[in-house]
């Protein structure tokens, strides 16, 4: 026991790895100063911890002695999945809902609206906006930036990519059967053009050239409308497939409309109106409870 706290043995040489962002350098200062004179056979990862709590994005450090000074240690963090919106302020949200802060709330990240900006480090309470980042976090990391906002609309949980094509959630549920069945209709030469493509079943996608649904703004614009379209389509395939390049079950039917209302591409069941237990909730109503 005393030569396990002994001089003999203690960190004198701390490295630190994971951490990143604009915060990284008082997250390995923090942990540098936390580490140093610990002893290399009982490092203390609880005081590691308690080093780094008011930083919420990181979620784990471990400990690497290296017998008898070295010390190195590893930065778990969570990245934010969106930034939280209310009246022009902003702050980052993870996944799961935790407050990251402002200062990771990047512009590259898709935008959600609330009412309430909550505490660093705390939980959203609002139901809806925990579907929209739990549906936003689980998005393939090659969409990052090409993903402008999440909302609720006619059809529930609405994704809006930054060329306005609009891709229908409706829920949180299944988000990563979503994501892939996204992938199968952009990876659909028939997709090119479309101006929503509906997920809400992920084994029935559909893909929509006309109007979009009652309450929502077209999302193509007029003009030069089909090849702007065609152009990101194929990019959003492109960064689907690179991210996530063999879904684990394809969707039995892919479906196609040129009326605005999808049907099947041979011709077959028209879309149904929303998923099974799905529920759909206007837009004003995801901006108005508080965080």
Known sequence: MWFRHSSFVSAEQVTVSGASGPQAG?????LTGAAHGMSTLAPSVATLRAAVARFPQVSEVRA??????GLRIVVVEQAPAAVLDVSGLRTAVAGDGVVLGPALAGATLPSVTGAVIPPIGSHLQNPLLLAAMTVLGDAPHALSGLISRAYFGPRGLTVEMRNGLLVYFGDA?????KWLS???VLADP???????IDVRLPGRPAAGFGTAAAGET??????????????????LAAGLKADSPQPATPPAETQSASSGEPSSASGGTQETGSPAGGTEASESAASTPGG
């Open 26 to 30: 008082a997250i390995e200062a923090a």
């Open 64 to 69: 690497v002695p290296r017998f008898p000074h």
């Open 173 to 177: 549920g299944r988000p990563h059967a």
């Open 182 to 184: 996204l992938l199968a």
């Open 190 to 196: 028939s997709s090119a053009g479309a101006g929503y």
């Open 218 to 235: 077209q999302p193509v614009p007029q003009t030069s409308a089909a090849s702007a379209s065609e152009s990101t389509v194929a990019a």
